[in-house]
Each structure stands twice: as C-alpha cells, then as structure tokens.
C-alpha cells in the first residue's frame, strides 16, 4: 500500500487563493487511452475546484484497480491502499480527522466482491464521505476476469462461454441496506451528469454512494454500448432535490420525474431492466451519521501512546 501527497506549491498563507482545476492535478494518468476513468478524474477534478477543497485538507482512498490508481493523478492526500479494504482506510481517516473532506474510490470487484461487507456496514456508518463505485462490469488490472457486475452471459477470460449467474445490482443492494443515506447513479459519458452528481454527494450531509457506469474500452467495450449509442435507452431521474441538468433535456428525452425521498420508488427505479436509469435514488439527510455518536476527542501524541501502552497492558501476562 501507498500513501501520496502531491501538494501544490502554492501560496498556502493567502486566504483569497481561488484554485483552479490545474491545482489539483497530480501525474499524468496512466490509464488506457478512451478508458472512462479519465472522464471522471476530469469531473473531479472540476469538482474539487468548485468547492474550493483545500487540497491539504482533502484526501482520496483507494483499493486496488485501475480505477484505484486515482490518488495518484490529483494533487491532494491520498491513500492506495490494499484490494476491498478503502473503505475500512476511509473510516479510519473520517474518525479520526473530522476535519479532513474524504472521497473514496473503487472498482466493481474491489468494492462489490472482496470488499463487499466493508460495503453494507460503511453505508449503513453513514459516516461523511463520497463513496465512488467506478463499474465497468469486470477486472481490468488483471485482464478480463468474471467480476459481481458483469453481466450473465458476458464472456471473460474466466468465464469464456459467458458469465454464469445474473449480476448483482449494486444500487439495489445499496438501497437494502439499514440507514443508507444518499445512491444515485451516473455515467461518465454523460460529463455533465456526472459532475452534477458528484456536486450533490458532496454537498450531502452523510456517505454518498455514487455508482459511476465506466467504459473500458480494452476488456468491456460491448457493456454499455446500446446506452452510449442511443440516448433513449437511458432514463433521467429529475428532481429539485436530485439532480437537474437541463442541457441535457433534449438529448435524453426519457426524463423521469423521481422523488429521492421515496425509498420505495428508488427500489423499482433501481430495478428497471430495459434502460438504465441515472440520477439520484435516494436521499434523506437526516440519517444518523456514526461519527456523531463516536467523537474521538482531540489528543496530542504523549496522551496516545500512553492510552496504547495503557491497553496492552491490560493483556500482559
Ligand atoms: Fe481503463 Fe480498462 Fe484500461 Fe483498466 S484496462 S485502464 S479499466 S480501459
């Protein structure tokens, strides 16, 4: 696992700094060229800059993907941390920094498979983050194998005669769990979408989990093409506590009227099956959040060590 920091060199002291996007780029990023992920550094990127994070006070947890080299590519705090483990990182850091702003970034097999139970119990933490689910329906960074999001019957270099079992609805599952606060869905070939949604998590008071549908053009490029190809495949979830992007009106003509406080009805929106939705399902601020019940109060670093050495003593023998 890895840390990163990339800070600018800026002028830290001047409180009028207004950061552009380019404050928040860090190396050059590797990833193939038409792969989706560089859509949504792009959307992030603008994001970050549009709420002035200050990026000494922002940080980015990763697992492992290509998705989870995105610490890597902005210049704030990062952590790379190790596969289906993000979230575990996340809640650390959100605990034990209040202060800081926590986005955390995952693939389909980092956080649907390995990392699936960190899942359910970080959504129902509520803890204040942005959680990024980047979906392209497979591992990539291994070479095309069978993830819980591909779909049944799409070949992979483990399943060459097609995925056997039908796949697993992350949205679904995410509106099934106990005190999720904020699922919506989006699309990085829908960029203004896209940053729409990430504005709204952020500015959500709890974790909001955001399902981004990712094209990789190497290992999937067949996953979501009838949606690329014909707008009217995909179906715009609006409303004024959603996400409301009306340049897109007249390119996506399916546009759904969606009350994100209607748990029920983010269900059967979540459910659809002859087009994909997009927007926000859910929302309800007034969720508990766990940091607000656990507040580790503030120590310098004498008063923890000796709290540790007061607990291992506890187990000497
Ligand atoms: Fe992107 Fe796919 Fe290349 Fe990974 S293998 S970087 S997901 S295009």
Partial sequence: ?????????????????VYEMTDYEGARARWCPGCGDHSILTAVQRLLAAEQLTPENTVFVSGIGCSSRFPHYLKTYGFHGIHGRALPVATGVRLNRPDLTVFVVMGDGDCTSIGAGHWIHALRYNLDMVVMLLDNGIYGLTKQQTSPTTPQGFPSNTQPRGSWLPALNPLQVALGVTNASFVAQTAEWAPAHLYATLRAARQHRGLSFVRILQRCPVYSSALFLKAVQNPDNIGMLVHDDGVVVPEL???YANQIAHDPHDLDAARRMAGVTDRLNLGVFYRDDSRPRYEETRRVPPRTAAERVALIEAELDRYAV
């Fill in 249 to 251: 009106a007249r390119l």
């Fill in 1 to 17: 696992m890895t840390t990163t920091c990339h800070l600018p060199v800026l002028d830290m002291g001047a409180d009028d700094y």
